[in-house]
Protein backbone atom coordinates (compact mmCIF):
# COMPACT_ATOMS: atom_id res chain seq x y z
CA UNK A 1 0.00 0.00 0.00
CA UNK A 2 1.66 3.07 -1.10
CA UNK A 3 0.25 5.67 1.48
CA UNK A 4 1.05 9.13 -1.16
CA UNK A 5 1.24 8.02 -4.61
CA UNK A 6 -0.32 9.81 -6.99
CA UNK A 7 -2.51 8.03 -9.74
CA UNK A 8 -0.46 5.64 -12.23
CA UNK A 9 0.49 6.94 -15.24
CA UNK A 10 0.78 5.26 -18.96
CA UNK A 11 2.57 6.48 -21.92
CA UNK A 12 0.51 4.91 -25.28
CA UNK A 13 3.07 5.51 -28.53
CA UNK A 14 1.02 4.07 -31.50
CA UNK A 15 0.33 5.82 -35.00
CA UNK A 16 -3.24 4.20 -34.98
CA UNK A 17 -5.03 6.83 -33.35
CA UNK A 18 -8.27 4.06 -32.55
CA UNK A 19 -5.55 2.53 -30.13
CA UNK A 20 -4.82 5.46 -28.88
CA UNK A 21 -8.49 5.96 -28.25
CA UNK A 22 -9.30 3.09 -26.72
CA UNK A 23 -6.35 3.03 -23.88
CA UNK A 24 -7.72 5.88 -22.68
CA UNK A 25 -11.32 4.71 -22.06
CA UNK A 26 -10.00 1.64 -21.01
CA UNK A 27 -7.84 3.42 -18.08
CA UNK A 28 -10.41 6.22 -17.11
CA UNK A 29 -9.40 9.24 -15.05
CA UNK A 30 -8.93 9.93 -12.14
CA UNK A 31 -7.62 6.39 -11.35
CA UNK A 32 -5.26 6.63 -14.47
CA UNK A 33 -3.10 9.27 -16.58
CA UNK A 34 -2.90 8.15 -20.16
CA UNK A 35 -0.48 10.58 -22.34
CA UNK A 36 -0.76 9.64 -25.80
CA UNK A 37 1.34 10.18 -28.90
CA UNK A 38 1.00 9.10 -32.33
CA UNK A 39 4.89 8.99 -33.69
CA UNK A 40 7.99 7.88 -31.36
CA UNK A 41 9.51 11.85 -31.13
CA UNK A 42 6.17 12.95 -29.71
CA UNK A 43 6.24 9.80 -27.23
CA UNK A 44 10.28 10.78 -26.36
CA UNK A 45 8.82 14.68 -25.34
CA UNK A 46 5.58 12.88 -23.16
CA UNK A 47 8.13 10.44 -21.71
CA UNK A 48 10.35 13.74 -20.53
CA UNK A 49 7.56 15.66 -19.54
CA UNK A 50 6.14 13.23 -16.88
CA UNK A 51 7.77 10.51 -16.49
CA UNK A 52 5.53 7.83 -16.69
CA UNK A 53 5.21 4.63 -14.86
CA UNK A 54 5.26 2.49 -17.92
CA UNK A 55 4.81 3.07 -21.74
CA UNK A 56 2.85 0.87 -24.32
CA UNK A 57 4.12 0.91 -27.63
CA UNK A 58 4.01 0.02 -31.10
CA UNK A 59 6.70 -1.87 -33.01
CA UNK A 60 5.62 -0.95 -36.39
CA UNK A 61 5.00 2.55 -36.86
CA UNK A 62 4.97 4.66 -40.07
CA UNK A 63 7.45 7.31 -39.24
CA UNK A 64 10.10 5.56 -36.73
CA UNK A 65 10.84 1.88 -36.02
CA UNK A 66 9.26 0.74 -32.12
CA UNK A 67 12.62 -0.84 -31.45
CA UNK A 68 14.84 2.36 -32.03
CA UNK A 69 12.34 4.13 -29.86
CA UNK A 70 12.71 1.59 -27.26
CA UNK A 71 16.03 1.95 -26.79
CA UNK A 72 15.67 5.55 -26.79
CA UNK A 73 13.23 4.85 -24.05
CA UNK A 74 15.53 2.42 -22.10
CA UNK A 75 18.49 5.39 -22.23
CA UNK A 76 16.25 7.82 -20.72
CA UNK A 77 15.49 6.04 -17.85
CA UNK A 78 16.07 1.96 -18.44
CA UNK A 79 13.87 1.40 -14.85
CA UNK A 80 10.17 2.03 -16.77
CA UNK A 81 9.56 -1.06 -18.40
CA UNK A 82 8.00 -1.00 -21.88
CA UNK A 83 5.64 -2.84 -22.99
CA UNK A 84 5.49 -3.67 -27.08
CA UNK A 85 2.56 -4.03 -29.24
CA UNK A 86 2.95 -5.87 -31.96
CA UNK A 87 1.41 -7.37 -35.49
CA UNK A 88 1.37 -11.62 -35.96
CA UNK A 89 4.34 -11.15 -38.26
CA UNK A 90 6.29 -9.26 -36.20
CA UNK A 91 5.94 -10.98 -33.22
CA UNK A 92 10.02 -12.35 -33.17
CA UNK A 93 11.06 -9.04 -34.03
CA UNK A 94 9.17 -8.00 -30.27
CA UNK A 95 10.31 -11.19 -28.56
CA UNK A 96 13.84 -10.69 -29.32
CA UNK A 97 13.95 -7.31 -28.15
CA UNK A 98 12.46 -8.25 -24.36
CA UNK A 99 16.62 -9.53 -24.13
CA UNK A 100 17.23 -5.87 -25.09
CA UNK A 101 14.95 -4.77 -22.40
CA UNK A 102 11.35 -4.51 -23.34
CA UNK A 103 9.07 -6.07 -20.13
CA UNK A 104 6.79 -7.65 -22.01
CA UNK A 105 4.95 -7.99 -25.76
CA UNK A 106 0.94 -7.95 -27.06
CA UNK A 107 0.22 -9.17 -30.37
CA UNK A 108 -2.35 -6.88 -32.06
CA UNK A 109 -5.33 -7.35 -31.77
CA UNK A 110 -6.11 -7.65 -28.04
CA UNK A 111 -9.02 -7.43 -25.56
CA UNK A 112 -9.03 -4.99 -22.80
CA UNK A 113 -8.85 -8.18 -20.21
CA UNK A 114 -5.46 -9.35 -21.77
CA UNK A 115 -3.68 -6.27 -21.58
CA UNK A 116 -5.08 -4.56 -18.76
CA UNK A 117 -3.21 -6.94 -16.17
CA UNK A 118 -0.04 -6.54 -17.87
CA UNK A 119 -0.25 -3.00 -17.72
CA UNK A 120 -1.25 -2.96 -13.81
CA UNK A 121 1.96 -5.33 -13.41
CA UNK A 122 4.19 -3.10 -15.27
CA UNK A 123 2.95 0.35 -13.46
CA UNK A 124 3.07 -2.15 -10.28
CA UNK A 125 6.94 -3.35 -11.28
CA UNK A 126 7.91 0.50 -11.98
CA UNK A 127 6.61 1.87 -9.05
CA UNK A 128 8.53 -0.64 -6.70
CA UNK A 129 12.05 0.15 -8.67
CA UNK A 130 11.04 4.36 -8.44
CA UNK A 131 9.12 5.44 -5.87
CA UNK A 132 11.43 5.87 -2.85
CA UNK A 133 11.58 3.91 0.31
CA UNK A 134 12.34 6.58 3.06
CA UNK A 135 14.03 5.25 5.65
CA UNK A 136 13.72 7.35 8.97
CA UNK A 137 14.66 6.40 12.29
CA UNK A 138 14.30 9.90 13.90
CA UNK A 139 11.19 11.89 15.31
CA UNK A 140 10.80 13.72 11.55
CA UNK A 141 8.52 11.05 10.77
CA UNK A 142 5.74 11.92 12.68
CA UNK A 143 5.57 15.94 11.11
CA UNK A 144 5.63 14.89 7.82
CA UNK A 145 3.28 13.14 5.89
CA UNK A 146 2.91 14.06 2.40
CA UNK A 147 6.20 14.02 0.96
CA UNK A 148 6.50 11.55 -2.14
CA UNK A 149 7.32 7.93 -1.39
CA UNK A 150 7.09 5.28 1.45
CA UNK A 151 8.30 6.18 4.71
CA UNK A 152 9.92 3.43 6.40
CA UNK A 153 9.50 3.77 9.94
CA UNK A 154 11.87 2.67 13.03
CA UNK A 155 12.93 4.08 15.78
CA UNK A 156 13.44 0.32 18.23
CA UNK A 157 16.99 -1.31 18.42
CA UNK A 158 15.71 -4.08 16.07
CA UNK A 159 14.51 -1.86 13.46
CA UNK A 160 17.44 1.03 13.43
CA UNK A 161 19.68 -2.66 13.21
CA UNK A 162 17.67 -3.51 10.06
CA UNK A 163 18.53 0.54 8.80
CA UNK A 164 21.67 0.02 9.15
CA UNK A 165 22.30 -3.62 7.77
CA UNK A 166 20.36 -2.50 4.27
CA UNK A 167 22.98 0.71 4.53
CA UNK A 168 25.89 -1.83 4.79
CA UNK A 169 24.68 -4.22 2.66
CA UNK A 170 23.15 -2.41 0.02
CA UNK A 171 26.11 -1.28 -2.04
CA UNK A 172 27.98 -4.76 -1.71
CA UNK A 173 26.83 -6.60 -5.23
CA UNK A 174 25.85 -9.60 -2.73
CA UNK A 175 22.45 -11.83 -2.39
CA UNK A 176 20.25 -10.94 0.34
CA UNK A 177 17.80 -12.98 2.37
CA UNK A 178 14.77 -10.86 3.90
CA UNK A 179 13.12 -12.51 6.84
CA UNK A 180 9.59 -11.98 8.69
CA UNK A 181 6.68 -12.58 8.95
CA UNK A 182 3.61 -11.02 6.95
CA UNK A 183 3.13 -7.48 6.72
CA UNK A 184 6.18 -6.69 8.35
CA UNK A 185 7.88 -4.91 5.65
CA UNK A 186 9.65 -7.61 3.68
CA UNK A 187 9.28 -5.64 0.24
CA UNK A 188 10.19 -2.37 1.09
CA UNK A 189 13.27 -3.39 2.47
CA UNK A 190 14.14 -5.35 -0.59
CA UNK A 191 13.62 -1.76 -2.32
CA UNK A 192 15.72 0.05 0.10
CA UNK A 193 18.31 -2.03 -0.90
CA UNK A 194 17.85 -2.08 -4.57
CA UNK A 195 17.29 1.67 -4.34
CA UNK A 196 20.91 2.09 -2.30
CA UNK A 197 22.48 -0.24 -4.59
CA UNK A 198 25.17 0.43 -7.22
CA UNK A 199 22.46 -1.09 -10.04
CA UNK A 200 19.68 1.40 -8.93
CA UNK A 201 19.30 2.82 -12.09
CA UNK A 202 18.88 -0.61 -14.15
CA UNK A 203 15.88 -2.58 -14.54
CA UNK A 204 14.01 -4.19 -11.06
CA UNK A 205 11.62 -6.85 -11.21
CA UNK A 206 9.77 -8.74 -8.85
CA UNK A 207 8.11 -12.23 -9.01
CA UNK A 208 5.75 -13.60 -6.35
CA UNK A 209 6.76 -17.80 -6.61
CA UNK A 210 3.71 -18.33 -4.68
CA UNK A 211 1.70 -16.91 -7.09
CA UNK A 212 2.59 -18.67 -9.76
CA UNK A 213 2.18 -22.68 -10.52
CA UNK A 214 5.39 -24.30 -11.32
CA UNK A 215 6.04 -24.50 -15.10
CA UNK A 216 4.81 -21.11 -15.44
CA UNK A 217 6.95 -19.87 -12.70
CA UNK A 218 9.79 -21.42 -14.82
CA UNK A 219 9.07 -19.82 -17.92
CA UNK A 220 8.66 -16.94 -16.11
CA UNK A 221 12.10 -16.85 -14.49
CA UNK A 222 13.83 -18.79 -17.35
CA UNK A 223 11.78 -18.35 -20.37
CA UNK A 224 11.04 -21.29 -22.81
CA UNK A 225 11.43 -21.89 -26.56
CA UNK A 226 8.67 -21.92 -29.12
CA UNK A 227 6.40 -25.64 -29.19
CA UNK A 228 8.83 -26.80 -25.68
CA UNK A 229 5.43 -27.22 -24.19
CA UNK A 230 1.78 -27.89 -25.63
CA UNK A 231 1.05 -24.30 -25.59
CA UNK A 232 4.41 -22.89 -26.22
CA UNK A 233 3.33 -21.03 -29.52
CA UNK A 234 5.88 -18.40 -28.94
CA UNK A 235 9.18 -18.50 -27.51
CA UNK A 236 9.54 -16.51 -23.97
CA UNK A 237 12.21 -14.44 -22.64
CA UNK A 238 11.93 -15.06 -19.38
CA UNK A 239 13.51 -12.51 -16.06
CA UNK A 240 16.88 -13.92 -15.74
CA UNK A 241 17.63 -12.83 -19.18
CA UNK A 242 15.36 -9.37 -19.55
CA UNK A 243 16.99 -8.32 -15.57
CA UNK A 244 20.59 -8.77 -16.85
CA UNK A 245 22.65 -6.32 -14.91
CA UNK A 246 19.39 -5.58 -12.66
CA UNK A 247 17.86 -6.84 -9.07
CA UNK A 248 15.04 -9.60 -9.17
CA UNK A 249 13.03 -9.65 -6.01
CA UNK A 250 12.02 -13.57 -5.22
CA UNK A 251 9.10 -12.72 -2.88
CA UNK A 252 8.16 -15.90 -1.09
CA UNK A 253 11.18 -17.74 -1.94
CA UNK A 254 10.32 -20.60 0.71
CA UNK A 255 7.62 -21.60 -1.40
CA UNK A 256 9.20 -23.11 -4.27
CA UNK A 257 8.99 -26.15 -5.44
CA UNK A 258 12.02 -28.92 -5.36
CA UNK A 259 12.35 -28.39 -9.29
CA UNK A 260 12.50 -24.49 -9.18
CA UNK A 261 15.02 -24.76 -6.22
CA UNK A 262 17.26 -26.75 -8.21
CA UNK A 263 16.97 -24.21 -11.21
CA UNK A 264 17.47 -21.63 -9.32
CA UNK A 265 20.76 -23.13 -7.34
CA UNK A 266 22.48 -23.67 -10.87
CA UNK A 267 21.86 -20.12 -11.94
CA UNK A 268 22.92 -18.84 -8.51
CA UNK A 269 26.21 -20.82 -8.96
CA UNK A 270 26.91 -20.87 -13.07
CA UNK A 271 25.71 -17.46 -13.40
CA UNK A 272 24.20 -19.03 -16.68
CA UNK A 273 20.48 -21.01 -17.43
CA UNK A 274 18.91 -22.66 -20.09
CA UNK A 275 15.04 -21.34 -21.59
CA UNK A 276 12.94 -24.39 -21.60
CA UNK A 277 13.50 -26.62 -24.33
CA UNK A 278 16.75 -25.30 -25.23
CA UNK A 279 20.28 -26.57 -24.55
CA UNK A 280 21.89 -23.34 -25.24
CA UNK A 281 23.19 -21.44 -22.01
CA UNK A 282 22.82 -18.08 -21.56
CA UNK A 283 25.14 -16.07 -19.03
CA UNK A 284 22.96 -13.70 -16.61
CA UNK A 285 24.25 -10.66 -14.53
CA UNK A 286 21.33 -10.39 -11.94
CA UNK A 287 22.02 -9.38 -8.45
CA UNK A 288 18.90 -11.44 -5.86
CA UNK A 289 17.30 -10.21 -3.48
CA UNK A 290 14.79 -12.81 -1.86
CA UNK A 291 12.22 -12.87 0.66
CA UNK A 292 9.90 -15.23 2.87
CA UNK A 293 7.42 -15.67 5.86
CA UNK A 294 8.54 -19.15 5.91
CA UNK A 295 10.71 -20.84 8.80
CA UNK A 296 13.51 -21.73 6.57
CA UNK A 297 15.62 -23.60 9.04
CA UNK A 298 12.14 -26.02 9.59
CA UNK A 299 11.52 -26.54 6.11
CA UNK A 300 15.84 -27.13 5.64
CA UNK A 301 15.09 -29.90 8.60
CA UNK A 302 12.06 -31.21 7.15
CA UNK A 303 14.19 -31.36 3.48
CA UNK A 304 11.47 -29.27 1.36
CA UNK A 305 14.19 -26.52 1.03
CA UNK A 306 17.77 -26.88 0.12
CA UNK A 307 20.70 -26.26 2.12
CA UNK A 308 22.82 -25.38 -1.04
CA UNK A 309 20.17 -23.02 -1.76
CA UNK A 310 19.43 -21.48 1.21
CA UNK A 311 23.63 -20.85 1.42
CA UNK A 312 23.64 -19.30 -1.71
CA UNK A 313 20.36 -17.22 -1.06
CA UNK A 314 22.12 -16.24 1.98
CA UNK A 315 24.82 -13.99 1.66
CA UNK A 316 23.38 -11.65 3.93
CA UNK A 317 20.05 -11.87 6.28
CA UNK A 318 17.71 -9.36 7.57
CA UNK A 319 15.45 -10.78 9.80
CA UNK A 320 12.41 -8.22 10.52
CA UNK A 321 10.79 -8.21 13.95
CA UNK A 322 7.52 -8.99 14.34
CA UNK A 323 5.49 -5.51 14.87
CA UNK A 324 4.32 -6.47 18.66
CA UNK A 325 8.40 -6.99 19.47
CA UNK A 326 8.87 -3.39 18.53
CA UNK A 327 8.17 -1.78 21.47
CA UNK A 328 7.34 2.65 21.34
CA UNK A 329 7.62 1.73 17.21
CA UNK A 330 3.86 1.04 17.76
CA UNK A 331 2.59 4.03 18.99
CA UNK A 332 4.35 5.90 17.12
CA UNK A 333 3.33 4.20 13.61
CA UNK A 334 -0.10 4.24 14.40
CA UNK A 335 0.36 8.34 15.05
CA UNK A 336 1.91 8.63 11.73
CA UNK A 337 -0.66 6.50 9.62
CA UNK A 338 -3.40 8.02 11.62
CA UNK A 339 -2.18 12.23 10.30
CA UNK A 340 -1.68 10.23 7.00
CA UNK A 341 -4.86 8.33 6.15
CA UNK A 342 -6.94 11.40 7.64
CA UNK A 343 -5.44 13.75 5.16
CA UNK A 344 -5.74 11.23 2.34
CA UNK A 345 -9.59 10.34 3.02
CA UNK A 346 -10.23 13.99 4.19
CA UNK A 347 -11.17 13.19 8.15
CA UNK A 348 -10.56 15.49 10.69
CA UNK A 349 -7.97 13.59 13.68
CA UNK A 350 -6.73 15.52 16.16
CA UNK A 351 -5.77 12.99 18.42
CA UNK A 352 -5.86 9.14 19.97
CA UNK A 353 -7.48 8.75 23.61
CA UNK A 354 -5.39 7.10 25.95
CA UNK A 355 -7.36 3.54 26.26
CA UNK A 356 -7.60 3.39 22.31
CA UNK A 357 -3.63 3.66 22.46
CA UNK A 358 -3.91 1.07 24.82
CA UNK A 359 -6.01 -1.22 23.20
CA UNK A 360 -3.84 -0.59 20.06
CA UNK A 361 -0.53 -1.15 22.01
CA UNK A 362 -1.98 -4.68 23.27
CA UNK A 363 -2.91 -6.33 19.80
CA UNK A 364 -0.89 -8.84 18.90
CA UNK A 365 -0.90 -7.88 15.34
CA UNK A 366 -0.35 -11.23 13.34
CA UNK A 367 -0.47 -8.83 10.20
CA UNK A 368 1.69 -6.90 11.57
CA UNK A 369 2.27 -2.92 9.65
CA UNK A 370 -0.22 -4.26 6.71
CA UNK A 371 -2.35 -5.17 9.65
CA UNK A 372 -2.23 -1.72 11.87
CA UNK A 373 -2.73 -0.30 8.25
CA UNK A 374 -5.87 -1.75 7.83
CA UNK A 375 -7.06 -1.03 11.47
CA UNK A 376 -6.58 2.63 10.89
CA UNK A 377 -8.09 2.88 7.87
CA UNK A 378 -11.13 1.11 9.19
CA UNK A 379 -11.10 3.01 12.24
CA UNK A 380 -11.20 6.70 10.39
CA UNK A 381 -13.74 5.34 8.51
CA UNK A 382 -16.16 4.92 11.41
CA UNK A 383 -14.64 7.80 13.41
CA UNK A 384 -17.12 9.87 13.89
CA UNK A 385 -15.27 12.92 15.69
CA UNK A 386 -11.27 14.15 15.65
CA UNK A 387 -10.65 12.35 18.84
CA UNK A 388 -10.16 8.28 17.99
CA UNK A 389 -11.70 6.91 20.98
CA UNK A 390 -11.93 2.98 21.48
CA UNK A 391 -15.61 2.80 19.92
CA UNK A 392 -14.27 3.49 16.52
CA UNK A 393 -12.37 0.31 16.78
CA UNK A 394 -12.69 -2.78 14.75
CA UNK A 395 -14.90 -5.26 17.48
CA UNK A 396 -12.68 -6.98 19.70
CA UNK A 397 -9.47 -5.49 19.37
CA UNK A 398 -6.93 -4.81 22.09
CA UNK A 399 -10.05 -5.73 24.03
CA UNK A 400 -9.18 -7.20 27.58
CA UNK A 401 -10.43 -10.81 27.61
CA UNK A 402 -12.83 -10.72 30.51
CA UNK A 403 -15.34 -9.75 28.67
CA UNK A 404 -14.96 -12.94 26.57
CA UNK A 405 -17.18 -16.33 26.88
CA UNK A 406 -16.31 -18.15 30.07
CA UNK A 407 -16.23 -21.67 30.49
CA UNK A 408 -18.67 -21.82 33.51
CA UNK A 409 -15.55 -22.05 35.55
CA UNK A 410 -14.31 -18.50 35.53
CA UNK A 411 -11.77 -19.68 32.94
CA UNK A 412 -11.89 -18.84 28.91
CA UNK A 413 -11.65 -21.59 27.16
CA UNK A 414 -8.15 -21.42 25.19
CA UNK A 415 -9.50 -23.08 22.10
CA UNK A 416 -12.18 -19.48 22.29
CA UNK A 417 -8.42 -17.68 22.12
CA UNK A 418 -7.44 -19.68 19.15
CA UNK A 419 -10.74 -19.09 16.95
CA UNK A 420 -10.51 -15.01 17.68
CA UNK A 421 -7.24 -14.77 16.88
CA UNK A 422 -8.15 -16.48 13.62
CA UNK A 423 -10.60 -14.19 13.13
CA UNK A 424 -7.93 -11.43 13.05
CA UNK A 425 -5.75 -13.57 10.95
CA UNK A 426 -8.19 -13.59 8.08
CA UNK A 427 -9.74 -9.92 8.33
CA UNK A 428 -5.59 -9.32 8.12
CA UNK A 429 -5.40 -10.52 4.34
CA UNK A 430 -2.36 -12.90 5.84
CA UNK A 431 -1.70 -15.65 3.39
CA UNK A 432 0.09 -17.77 6.10
CA UNK A 433 -2.42 -18.07 8.56
CA UNK A 434 -1.07 -21.73 9.17
CA UNK A 435 2.17 -20.56 10.10
CA UNK A 436 1.45 -17.68 11.88
CA UNK A 437 -0.87 -19.35 14.50
CA UNK A 438 1.77 -22.34 14.69
CA UNK A 439 4.21 -19.54 16.06
CA UNK A 440 2.21 -18.14 18.68
CA UNK A 441 1.34 -21.36 19.98
CA UNK A 442 4.70 -22.81 19.68
CA UNK A 443 6.21 -19.25 21.36
CA UNK A 444 4.10 -20.15 24.04
CA UNK A 445 4.97 -23.99 24.20
CA UNK A 446 8.43 -23.10 23.94
CA UNK A 447 8.79 -20.50 26.88
CA UNK A 448 6.57 -22.31 29.34
CA UNK A 449 8.38 -26.05 28.83
CA UNK A 450 11.79 -23.79 28.55
CA UNK A 451 10.63 -22.13 31.74
CA UNK A 452 9.46 -25.51 33.83
CA UNK A 453 13.13 -26.87 32.86
CA UNK A 454 15.39 -24.26 34.07
CA UNK A 455 16.17 -23.59 30.15
CA UNK A 456 17.63 -27.18 30.02
CA UNK A 457 17.52 -27.82 25.94
CA UNK A 458 17.82 -31.33 26.30
CA UNK A 459 15.25 -31.94 28.99
CA UNK A 460 12.77 -29.21 27.47
CA UNK A 461 13.35 -31.68 23.73
CA UNK A 462 12.66 -34.67 25.32
CA UNK A 463 9.47 -33.30 27.00
CA UNK A 464 8.38 -31.67 24.06
CA UNK A 465 9.28 -34.74 22.39
CA UNK A 466 11.43 -33.00 19.35
CA UNK A 467 14.98 -33.29 18.69
CA UNK A 468 17.63 -30.59 20.35
CA UNK A 469 18.26 -29.40 16.61
CA UNK A 470 14.80 -28.78 15.81
CA UNK A 471 13.69 -26.91 19.28
CA UNK A 472 17.13 -25.03 18.77
CA UNK A 473 16.33 -23.75 15.52
CA UNK A 474 12.65 -22.88 16.86
CA UNK A 475 14.19 -21.01 19.26
CA UNK A 476 16.23 -19.10 17.33
CA UNK A 477 13.33 -18.57 14.15
CA UNK A 478 10.76 -17.45 16.68
CA UNK A 479 13.39 -15.11 18.40
CA UNK A 480 13.07 -16.69 22.17
CA UNK A 481 15.39 -16.40 24.77
CA UNK A 482 16.80 -19.94 26.03
N1 LIG B 1 8.64 0.25 8.99
C1 LIG B 1 7.59 0.60 8.24
N2 LIG B 1 7.13 1.85 8.26
C2 LIG B 1 6.05 2.22 7.53
N3 LIG B 1 5.38 1.39 6.73
C3 LIG B 1 5.81 0.13 6.65
C4 LIG B 1 6.93 -0.33 7.40
N4 LIG B 1 7.11 -1.65 7.13
C5 LIG B 1 6.14 -1.99 6.27
N5 LIG B 1 5.37 -0.92 5.97
C6 LIG B 1 4.18 -0.92 5.10
O1 LIG B 1 3.44 -2.09 5.44
C7 LIG B 1 2.88 -2.70 4.28
C8 LIG B 1 3.36 -4.14 4.15
O2 LIG B 1 4.75 -4.13 3.86
P1 LIG B 1 5.39 -5.18 2.84
O3 LIG B 1 4.49 -5.45 1.69
O4 LIG B 1 6.79 -4.71 2.55
O5 LIG B 1 5.43 -6.47 3.80
P2 LIG B 1 5.91 -7.94 3.47
O6 LIG B 1 6.70 -8.39 4.65
O7 LIG B 1 6.60 -7.95 2.14
O8 LIG B 1 4.53 -8.72 3.41
P3 LIG B 1 4.21 -10.18 2.77
O9 LIG B 1 5.02 -11.18 3.52
O10 LIG B 1 2.74 -10.36 3.02
O11 LIG B 1 4.57 -10.08 1.31
C9 LIG B 1 3.29 -1.81 3.11
O12 LIG B 1 2.27 -0.89 2.88
C10 LIG B 1 4.52 -1.08 3.62
O13 LIG B 1 4.71 0.15 2.98
Known sequence: MQLNAP???????DDDPLILQVMKLCLPEPDYRVYTAENAADGQSLFAKHAPDAVLLDIQMARQSGLAALQEFRELDPRVPVI????????????????GGAFEYITKPFEPDDILPLIDSAIETSRMARLPAVLLSDNRVTNNTDAAGDRVLGQCPAVVEVFRSIGRVASQDVAVLVLGETGTGKEVVARAIYQHSKRHDQVFHAINCAAIPENLLESELFGHEKGSFTGADQRRIGKFETCNGGTLFLDEIGDMTPLMQSKMLRVLQEKEFERVGSSRSIKTDVRIIAATNRDLDAAMADGSFRSDLFYRLNEYTIRLPALRDRGDDVPMMTDYFFRTFANQLGKDFRSIAPETMRRLTSHTWPGNVRELQGVVKQTLLKASGPLIVPAFLPIGLGESKSGVDLDGQGRQSWTDDLSLELAR???????????????QVDRVLLQGVLKATGNNISEAAARLGISRPTLRNRIRYLGLQS
Open 84 to 99: LMTGHGTAEIAISAMS
Open 7 to 13: APSLLVV
Open 425 to 439: LLESGSHCISDEMHN
